[in-house]
């Protein structure tokens, strides 16, 4: 294979112009169609990966399946919250409505090979390097999506859905829609002189 040519110029400005953009800023009812996303988790597919372990493992949920992640989420927050005695109604209808505005939801996860006998911040890294790829393909088809940690990420009892086991770890959802302005949001970041040290 002959050494590829990149154009460094246009490699810079999808990088710098990568963006979250949230569910208010979606536009409803308006699908991406399905090769984007399928674009979008090809790239993904060549993240980083020591010893060649692809943890990364992904669900995508659109069309009814946005409505089955959404009564899934709610009735597992309101089960856990009414035995903790914390129930919000205001919560409970954010995870009832929030999965309904977006195109897809793409829920991440990282499987674990034991048998590699990995760090587990390796195989965590490896997969947000995953979700960085799907997050530049989106943004340069000009889509909304956000990487959050929100609903049951962090619920133990979620994993069995998803098909994890007690080692894997579900890492949060990735929600991609077309955005509702032909806005793009100002980035802001503080100068990286600021967070670096040269040893020469």
Known sequence: MDKPIFNIEEVNKIIRNRRSMFVAQFKENDPVEDHIIEEM????????????????????????????????????????????????????????????????????????????????????????????????TANAH???????????????????YFGLEEEDMLMGFFYVAKPATDRWPVGKRRPIADKVKWVR
């Open 142 to 160: 000009g889509l909304a999506a956000y990487w959050g940690t929100g609903g049951p990420t962090f619920y133990p009892e979620a994993k069995p």
């Open 41 to 136: 988790l090809e790239n993904a597919n060549w993240a980083p990966t020591h010893k060649l372990t692809e943890p990364w493992a992904f669900t995508v949920f659109t069309g009814d399946g946005l409505k089955e992640f959404a009564d899934f989420q709610a009735d597992l927050y309101k089960e856990r919250a009414e035995r903790n005695g914390n129930f919000n109604e205001t919560t409970y209808t954010k995870f009832k409505e929030n999965p309904l505005k977006a195109s897809h939801i793409i829920a991440i996860a990282m499987k674990r090979d034991l048998k590699a006998n990995l760090p587990v911040m390796e195989e965590i890294a490896s997969v947000a390097m995953a979700v960085q790829n799907m997050y530049l």
